[in-house]
């Protein structure tokens, strides 16, 4: 793999980024994905996220040394980066056999100090989808922190599932709910009786 294709995700022009992609994608070899992870934490923000997109679009096997990142780098960048890339997986490969590893990684990750990378996590859950409806509920009932609990809220909100619904409404029927996690649960119940609601109107005949 030469230098000048990892060069070209740094290129202004997005085609070029995204054609350099492709190349790199189809001509991967045993270095290409361990290389990518090396860009993590890299300072050049469009650089990060061409590296971060291009992981995504590789798959399932990038996920192990993700999940190390996410959970042994010093970096927090590469920490936010890692569960970053793992949600751009989840994207493209969508939940069924997402690996155990990232999985546990990003339950891990809910408990960084950093809201970079906790917030980035929920995100990633998010994107896993109804699989990991018992992860994002047991973070709910153990974190104290509003913030991280508004994000988890929202991706429940984002995945129609009954397990999400009725954890949404024992929020806002609670009078010990913080009233800003409170106000996140009615908005994602709502969203989330929308959704419901177009996937079981049937199409007209």
């Excluded at 010990?176 to 009786?193: G, I, N, P, Q």
Aim: proline residues 4%; without cysteine; aromatic residues 2%.
């Amino acid at each position: 793999m030469t230098d000048s294709l990892f060069d070209q995700l740094k290129h202004p022009n997005p085609h070029l980024r995204d054609r350099a992609m492709a190349e790199i994608i189809e001509n991967q070899d045993e270095n290409t994905i361990p290389r990518l992870i090396g860009l993590l934490g890299e300072t050049d923000t469009t650089y990060r996220r061409a590296a971060v997109k291009t992981i995504g679009a590789i798959g399932y096997q990038t996920v192990p040394l993700l999940a190390d990142a996410l959970l042994t780098s010093e970096d927090v960048t590469v920490r936010g980066s890692a569960a970053k890339a793992l949600a751009q997986v989840a994207v493209n490969f969508g939940d069924e056999g997402f690996p155990e590893v990232g999985i546990k990684a990003l339950e891990t990750a809910l408990q960084d100090l950093n809201p970079v990378v906790h917030i980035a996590a929920v995100m990633a859950l998010g994107e896993i989808g109804a699989s990991v409806i018992p992860v994002l509920i047991r973070a709910l009932e153990n974190t104290d922190n509003p913030a991280l609990a508004v994000s988890i809220v929202g991706a429940l909100g984002s995945i129609a599932d009954d397990r999400g619904v009725a954890v949404l409404q024992q929020l806002i029927e609670a009078e010990t709910t913080d009233s800003y996690v409170k106000e996140s649960a009615v908005s994602a119940l709502s969203r989330l009786e929308l959704v419901q609601s177009q996937l079981t109107r049937k199409p007209a005949e």
